[in-house]
């Protein structure tokens, strides 16, 4: 089992930042792809950005103004997504999602499964 908990969400007006958090732990924590995704109401859950043995991976739509990094201590997996230069259309329930299948590699956006966390909300206003 492994425990996801995000934080970090809240309103903002465009072109302002958050940080999001996702605290990791239990079995094996270190040994994940962790990614983070979005789904906006109405929408298809999309992948934001993930980090693994492999390096990180950006979607598309959040190159250059989000950043994913993590920090480890002895007990928690904390990862992190620094989102700058928000819009309207981040706007959306943000997900943190751990895939412990690969030894630590990241599938693709899509391949990605596991263990998810409740999500933390970003509002963007514009």
């Known amino acids: 089992q492994v425990q996801l908990v995000e934080s970090g969400g809240g309103s903002v007006q465009a072109g302002g930042s958050l940080r999001l958090s996702c605290a990791v732990s239990?079995?094996?924590?270190?040994?994940?792809?962790i990614g983070w995704f979005r789904q906006a109401p109405g929408k298809e859950r999309e992948g934001v950005a993930t980090?693994?043995?492999?390096?990180?991976?950006?979607a598309d739509s959040v190159k250059g103004r989000f950043t994913i990094f993590k920090n480890n201590t002895e007990a928690v997996l904390s990862v992190y997504l620094q989102m700058n230069n928000l819009r309207p259309e981040d706007t959306a329930m943000y997900y943190c999602?751990?895939?412990?299948?690969?030894?630590?590699?990241?599938?693709?956006?899509?391949?990605?499964?596991?263990?998810w966390g409740r999500g933390t909300q970003v509002t963007v206003s514009s």
């Open positions: 999602a751990a895939d412990g299948r690969f030894a630590g590699h990241c599938p693709g956006f899509s391949g990605l499964d596991g263990y």
């Open positions: 239990g079995d094996a924590y270190s040994n994940n792809c």
């Open positions: 980090i693994g043995t492999d390096g990180y991976k950006y």
